[in-house]
Nanobody, 123 residues
Framework: QVQLVESGGGLVQAGGSLRLSCAASGRTFSSDAMGWFRQAPGKEREFVAVISWSGRSTRYADSVKGRFTISRDNAKNTVYLQMNSLKPEDTAIYYC????????????????WGQGTQVTVSS
């Protein structure tokens, strides 16, 4: 059974930092692209960041570029999202997702999803 489990969310003040983790099991994710998405109340799920299976290629939403960094450790089957200079508009549930091979930025392109972790940024 494939599982993606996110952790590291919480409440932080604007300007602060959080590091999200996503631990994968039940599948060899070393050949998968891994992505982070987020969904705020009343809004659609949106792309945040994605990383290729090798870690050599990454892509970010314009809204987080320069503040967030995605990385992965294939030996640990884990992907990370370092979030710095957080803003109230970053408040959302953050989801980890996986797909075969090539990176993508649309939610429908991803086959496997975690349950999400809440990130709340206070002003």
């Amino acid at each position: 059974q494939v599982q993606l489990v996110e952790s590291g969310g919480g409440l932080v003040q604007a300007g602060g930092s959080l590091r999200l983790s996503c631990a994968a099991s039940g599948r060899t994710f070393s050949s998968d692209a891994m992505g982070w998405f987020r969904q705020a109340p009343g809004k659609e799920r949106e792309f945040v960041a994605v990383i290729s299976w090798s870690g050599r290629s990454t892509r970010y939403a314009d809204s987080v570029k320069g503040r967030f960094t995605i990385s992965r450790d294939n030996a640990k089957n884990t992907v990370y999202l370092q979030m710095n200079s957080l803003k109230p508009e970053d408040t959302a549930i953050y989801y980890c997702a996986a797909r075969d091979f090539a990176i993508a930025t649309t939610p429908t392109s991803f086959s496997f999803w975690g349950q999400g972790t809440q990130v709340t940024v206070s002003s």
